[in-house]
């Protein structure tokens, strides 16, 4: 039993064939423009550019944000590491944040008391004392399905002047107190990789409020050409443009973007009472302002989640730990990195179960009584 598949259900063949038919299967076509506008106006955005990947669109979005070589980005340390190799890619140095160990996201409290302890106001930007930089930028991941605590967070923006650029690639259809994840940033990123809520094989999205930003991120994915017809270039840009067949896929995907969320819930709901009162397992956290999509279901063991891990895969169950924090991966070693205690503990005790859209209830509950089993 996979830990997490694409699901497809809908109309991704009649809109691929189209595609195949009409011959606009390349980074021109309808389904490309459809797929951004539709996108766009699920999240509630004016504006939103399509991408090759999740990673094309965290770098594009670093760049829009005006990121620059040396400057420093806040950012989670408890994440899968493409955000945090974008920030890389632009030149930037993460300020690595522990995760909060409630609802295992971004701690914003240690984000205020670096902002407020450790920088310093120069003029209208922001510096860190220690290493000089210009802090520019914080990358919230809304890791696993569930918000990062917005509210404090985009405070700490404002009051300080730093851009907010929402991961938002794990947690599509997710809430923050009623507003919807994704548009809340200054820019905002989603992943369609085929793990994510939704797939297009491959291929990343940008919102934005923001038409200049768009316009930009729109002008770098497509090599910064500045002429419609000649070959001239006032910039380095970038092929991060997503093909017509991929948005296509998209374009179907989206139409069940509802029903999924929703199968998601009822998985979680029902993992959750599974899991009620039992020792040693802790089912995945929902902070009361928040609306987790519960994108892949997560529970806490009291020790070791490798030898459960092993257990369930001896009876063909398929199940993940977390990802090894940042500061600990051979690349990120010397980065600052604000507590991390909270995610190397988090890394060893978590484990990930089966949670495809379209799991069974008979396969669900395999899964509980082999994870009973394993723990006890
Ligand atoms: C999946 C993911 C991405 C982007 O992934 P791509 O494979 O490049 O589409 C970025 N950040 C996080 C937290 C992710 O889980």
């Not at 990195?337 to 995610?343: C, S």
Request: include cysteine; charge should be negative.
């Amino acid at each position: 039993m996979p830990l997490c598949t694409p699901y497809i259900h809908g109309a991704e063949w009649d809109y691929v064939k189209d595609c195949l038919d009409s011959g606009w299967v390349s980074y021109v076509g309808s389904y490309v423009e459809r797929f951004e506008k539709e996108f766009a106006a699920k999240i509630g955005m004016a504006r939103a550019v399509a991408t090759t990947s999740g990673t094309a669109a965290l770098h594009l979005a670093l760049l829009a944000a005006g990121v620059e070589p040396d400057d420093e980005v806040i950012v989670s340390a408890l994440t899968f590491i493409a955000p945090v190799n974008a920030i890389r890619y632009v030149g930037a140095h993460p300020v690595l944040v522990d995760a909060e160990p409630q609802f295992w996201q971004m701690d914003v409290g240690l984000v205020e008391s670096f902002l407020n302890g450790n920088c310093e106001r120069r003029g209208t930007e922001l510096f860190n004392k220690r290493s000089g930089r210009r802090v520019k930028a914080i990358v919230p991941v809304h890791i696993l399905g569930h918000p990062v605590d917005m509210a404090p967070l985009l405070d700490l923006a404002r009051l300080h002047g730093l851009a907010v650029i929402e991961d938002a690639t794990e947690s599509l259809g997710a809430a923050y107190r009623g507003r919807k994840i994704g548009s809340m940033g200054d820019l905002s990123c989603f992943s369609f990789n085929g793990n994510k809520l939704l797939t297009t094989g491959g291929g990343g999205m940008v919102v934005t409020s923001s038409q200049k930003k768009a316009d930009w991120v729109r002008y770098l994915s497509t090599q910064a050409k500045d002429d419609p017809l000649e070959y001239v270039h006032e910039n380095i840009g970038y092929n991060y443009r997503l093909t017509n067949v991929q948005a296509a896929i998209g374009c179907a995907q989206l139409e069940q973007c509802d029903a999924y969320v929703e199968n998601k819930r009822q998985i979680a709901t029902r993992y959750r009472h599974a899991f009620a009162n039992r020792d040693g397992i802790t089912a995945m956290p929902e902070a009361e302002w928040a609306e987790s999509a519960f994108w892949l279901y997560t529970v806490l063991l009291d020790g070791d989640s490798r030898p459960v891990l092993r257990a369930l895969e001896r009876q063909n169950i398929q199940t993940r730990p977390l990802w090894q924090p940042i500061h600990l991966n051979t690349p990120y070693r010397g980065f600052e990195v604000l507590g991390g205690e909270v995610a190397e503990d988090l890394c060893r005790r978590c484990l990930s179960l089966p949670c495809s859209v379209n799991l069974t209830e008979a396969e669900q509950e395999r899964v509980v009584s082999a994870l009973l089993d394993a723990v006890s």
